[in-house]
């Protein structure tokens, strides 16, 4: 499975940005995972933002977002998005999209349990 994340730029306080995540892999592969974003602020540690299961559609995510941002999937496109909206400076960092090859079992926030990554998508949000 390979993913690439696009979408990010500069957009000012209280402003949207959609994110997307392209992925790679065989429908009967991907129904197994899921799909997670995660994101690195300037000199902070990479951390968890929201995580979908490619199958069904269950969702998980931080408190931090909860509210608003929305993750959601398009399985024809094998694409994730993330929504962003009533961004804040806090939410500056670049974004991640990463796979959990057993996110069919349960949906996880921690780090080491993605195996494959994309490369990130800078988000800028002035004040």
């Known amino acids: 499975v390979q993913l690439q994340a696009s979408g990010g730029g500069l957009v000012q306080a209280g402003g949207s940005l959609n994110l997307s995540c392209a992925v790679s892999?065989?429908?009967?592969?991907?129904?197994?995972?899921?799909i997670g974003w995660f994101r690195r602020p300037p000199e902070k540690e990479r951390e968890f933002v929201a995580a979908?299961?490619?199958?069904?559609?269950?969702?998980y995510y931080s408190d931090s977002v909860k509210g608003r941002f929305t993750i959601d999937r398009d399985n024809d496109k094998n694409m994730v998005y993330l929504q962003m909206n009533g961004l804040k400076p806090e939410d500056t960092a670049v974004y991640y999209c990463?796979?959990?090859?057993?996110?069919?079992?349960?949906?996880?926030?921690?780090?080491?349990?993605?195996?494959?990554w994309g490369k990130g998508t800078l988000v800028t949000v002035s004040s």
């Open positions: 892999g065989r429908t009967e592969t991907l129904n197994r995972y899921a």
């Open positions: 979908i299961r490619w199958s069904g559609g269950s969702t």
């Open positions: 990463a796979a959990d090859r057993t996110g069919y079992y349960r949906l996880q926030r921690i780090r080491n349990g993605y195996e494959n």
